[in-house]
């Protein structure tokens, strides 16, 4: 690989795959070489947006191509894994949208794989690029709550309130809005306050989705709420639901950490953000201005939209495998959340306490 040029191949061809192409085709030393995806059509489509040059109905064929030094694979969940393993064989760094699998062993399996080769893996977790998340890690990491006490984290939209058929729905195919949202909320929780211990979860699905061939498929949930215990012996809840009518807000989410020296609350929508603290001196919460550091590289008037939130992230990836650095959050990071959203199910199944499997280590 020449070290000024990552070379680089998208699967995917989605709106919300433009948001990775365009993040991608702003890194200077990042060139997007090939575009794969099943309608040959739209694909070639978005591949002429982006001046693309190569275009492919299959990933394996781009994959084995041998042009790529990187891959961004921004496909259903049940997908992950094939193209994960067939690009590390190819020893291509990984890119993987959230969440990293459909089951936590084909997580572990993928994070394994990885650690093995030696190359760049990223489980893209956008949420966390924004610069309102970035700067509520660095006051948690100052003491600005000191000990944790309590944590509530929400995450909600209406972008599947209508009944067509979604992929992500579809219990064969995807985990529903526990895994495709919560998996945000889970990673969150891991980096704010650390790890999980046990959960306690109820899901439901309350918009009837038949399917595109009119056949029967079993439903996944598509609002969950969890209750949480850390390992530090901090509570938690958390809720989510893709049914919610956030009107201009389009998105919400809301985190809330309460300890023993103050609190931090953070509200983030598509249409703005606010991030609000008092310590346990403070007779009234107030706005805290975001340093300007955090906006390097960000576009102030759309700092939480998902061109900018994607921007991040996405350069972070061609920055560690360029200046061969850590690409963070890695598929550790993705393994471990899966670890606690498959002890999610099991509890909402049993509806009872569920307690994860001895901690692990990367």
Same mark, same amino acid.
């Given at each position: 690989?020449?070290?000024?040029?990552?070379?680089?191949g998208v699967v995917g061809t989605t709106w919300y795959a433009e948001t990775h192409l365009r993040a991608l085709q702003s890194h200077?030393?990042?060139?997007?070489?090939?575009?794969?995806?099943?309608?040959?059509?739209? %694909?070639?489509?978005?591949?002429?947006?982006?001046?693309?040059?190569?275009?492919?109905?299959?990933?394996?064929?781009?994959?084995?191509?041998?042009?790529?030094?990187?891959?961004?694979?921004?496909?259903?969940?049940?997908?992950?894994?094939?193209?994960?393993?067939?690009?590390?064989?190819?020893?291509?760094?990984?890119?993987?949208?959230? =969440?990293?699998?459909?089951?936590?062993?084909?997580?572990?399996?993928?994070?394994? %794989?990885?650690?093995?080769?030696?190359?760049?893996?990223?489980?893209?977790?956008?949420?966390?690029?924004?610069?309102?998340?970035?700067?509520?890690?660095?006051?948690?990491?100052?003491?600005?709550?000191?000990?944790?006490?309590?944590?509530?984290?929400?995450?909600?939209?209406?972008?599947?309130?209508? =009944?067509?058929?979604?992929?992500?729905?579809?219990?064969?195919?995807?985990?529903?809005?526990?895994?495709?949202?919560?998996?945000?909320?889970?990673?969150?929780?891991?980096?704010?306050?650390?790890?999980?211990?046990?959960?306690?979860?109820?899901?439901?699905?309350?918009?009837?989705? =038949?399917?595109?061939?009119?056949?029967?498929?079993?439903?996944?949930?598509?609002?969950?709420?969890?209750?949480?215990?850390?390992?530090?012996?901090?509570?938690?809840?958390?809720?989510?639901?893709?049914?919610?009518?956030?009107?201009?807000?389009?998105?919400?989410?809301?985190?809330?950490?309460?300890?023993?020296?103050?609190?931090?609350?953070?509200?983030?929508?598509?249409?703005?953000?606010?991030?609000?603290?008092?310590?346990?001196?403070?007779?009234?919460?107030?706005?805290?201005?975001?340093?300007?550091?955090?906006?390097?590289?960000?576009? =102030?008037?759309?700092?939480?939209?998902?061109?900018?939130?994607?921007?991040?992230?996405?350069?972070?990836?061609?920055? %560690?495998?360029?200046?061969?650095?850590?690409?963070?959050?890695?598929?550790?990071?993705?393994?471990?959340?899966?670890?606690?959203?498959?002890?999610?199910?099991?509890?909402?199944?049993?509806?009872?306490?569920?307690?994860?499997?001895?901690?692990?280590?990367?």
């Amino acid at each position: 690989m020449n070290d000024s040029v990552v070379r680089v191949g998208v699967v995917g061809t989605t709106w919300y795959a433009e948001t990775h192409l365009r993040a991608l085709q702003s890194h200077p030393s990042a060139r997007l070489v090939a575009l794969a995806g099943r309608d040959q059509e739209k %694909a070639r489509e978005v591949a002429d947006r982006y001046g693309i040059p190569q275009v492919f109905a299959d990933y394996r064929a781009m994959i084995q191509s041998g042009e790529l030094d990187a891959i961004a694979i921004i496909a259903p969940d049940d997908l992950h894994l094939p193209i994960t393993i067939e690009a590390l064989e190819a020893g291509v760094h990984v890119l993987c949208e959230k =969440p990293l699998a459909s089951t936590a062993a084909d997580a572990e399996r993928m994070y394994r %794989a990885a650690a093995a080769s030696g190359l760049k893996h990223m489980s893209f977790f956008a949420l966390r690029n924004s610069v309102h998340h970035r700067y509520l890690k660095a006051l948690l990491d100052e003491g600005y709550v000191g000990r944790v006490y309590a944590a509530h984290f929400e995450l909600t939209h209406g972008f599947f309130r209508q =009944p067509g058929y979604q992929w992500r729905f579809d219990a064969g195919r995807g985990t529903g809005a526990l895994g495709d949202l919560g998996c945000y909320l889970v990673d969150q929780a891991r980096w704010y306050v650390g790890d999980i211990s046990a959960v306690a979860a109820d899901l439901a699905h309350f918009v009837n989705r =038949p399917s595109s061939d009119g056949g029967d498929y079993l439903p996944a949930n598509d609002s969950a709420v969890l209750a949480i215990r850390f390992g530090n012996g901090a509570h938690g809840t958390m809720s989510t639901r893709v049914v919610a009518h956030e009107a201009d807000r389009m998105q919400q989410n809301t985190v809330i950490l309460q300890g023993e020296a103050g609190t931090l609350e953070l509200q983030h929508t598509f249409a703005g953000a606010t991030l609000r603290g008092a310590r346990a001196i403070d007779s009234e919460f107030r706005e805290l201005e975001i340093p300007s550091s955090f906006w390097a590289g960000v576009d =102030p008037a759309q700092p939480q939209l998902a061109n900018t939130v994607h921007s991040v992230g996405d350069r972070a990836f061609i920055d %560690a495998i360029i200046q061969d650095g850590t690409a963070v959050p890695s598929f550790f990071d993705g393994w471990q959340v899966q670890r606690v959203l498959e002890t999610a199910f099991a509890s909402a199944e049993a509806q009872a306490w569920r307690s994860l499997d001895q901690e692990v280590s990367p």
